[in-house]
């Protein structure tokens, strides 16, 4: 059976919501080695990036990253108490969020570059679904410039060897335009998430695609399983 190694954060790890990776029904047709990572920004990624590339090398890889490069940022802003302990901790391992919209592409170019020279054949990349369920909320709008970013990566890469891209927030704006004004819950502190991490909030928060306005529940998580699926129909692998 043929691999598919998804590297990136929680999104694909599924420990907060749901995974899309376990709403796909094409996935199920590879050896899926699922290493995505809680709170990895950008340059996390790559690091881990480089690691499994040498001990799980796969016909199709799947990436993505960005939002906690958004997140960490916003978080040490906005919440500096609650967030505090898990950013300094970061900065001691010397995975920090990018400084700019540049950076994180420089990172994420270095990782398709990377993935290439080892051998991968396929290379999906995902833009970020959601950043708040309401259209009006700032990381919204950064989300909507650094997917802007990974696209225009993955046609200037596409140029070179296939790189696909699942664009989950370019499906998600038109999701939520109808909704609006959407729900302006999000999660403050780590405790919200570690309370959330086995039940599904979402109704009493006013949510329809997340549990807290970033981690999906099953509803988001199947459009992007859907998403993932007409990638992974259109692959000979």
């Not at 029904?25 to 499994?52: A, C, D, W, Y």
């Not at 960005?66 to 300094?88: C, K, S, T, V």
């Not at 001691?92 to 700019?100: E, G, V």
């Not at 006013?206 to 129909?233: K, W």
Request: with cysteine; net charge negative; hydrophobic share 40%.
């Amino acid at each position: 059976m043929k691999k598919l190694l998804a590297v990136g954060d929680s999104l694909l790890a599924g420990q907060y919501g749901e995974s899309p990776l376990n709403h796909s029904e094409k996935i199920k047709q590879f050896r899926l080695i699922n290493r995505g990572q809680n709170g990895m920004p950008m340059s996390g990624i790559l690091r881990n990036l480089e690691v499994h590339l040498r001990t799980n090398l796969p016909e199709i890889l799947l990436l993505d990253g960005g939002a906690n490069d958004l997140l960490i940022p916003y978080m040490e802003e906005n919440h500096p108490e609650q967030w505090g302990p898990f950013i300094r901790n970061m900065e001691r391992h010397k995975i920090l969020a990018a400084q700019s919209l540049q950076e994180f592409g420089d990172l994420l170019k270095k990782a398709v570059a990377l993935s290439r020279g080892a051998g991968v054949r396929e290379i999906i990349l995902l833009t970020i679904p959601l950043l708040s369920e309401n259209l009006e909320h700032p990381l919204h709008k950064k989300k909507i410039e650094i997917n802007s970013l990974i696209r225009q990566i993955q046609k200037e890469e596409s140029l070179l060897s296939p790189v696909h891209l699942a664009d989950l927030g370019e499906r998600f704006n038109s999701e939520l335009e109808p909704i609006q004004p959407g729900s302006t819950w999000l999660f403050q502190s780590p405790m919200d998430l570690e309370n959330d991490r086995n039940k599904e909030p979402s109704r009493e928060r006013g949510l329809v695609y997340t549990i807290d306005g970033v981690h999906l529940n099953s509803r988001g998580a199947l459009i992007c399983g859907e998403i993932l699926d007409g990638i992974l129909t259109g692959i000979d692998c």
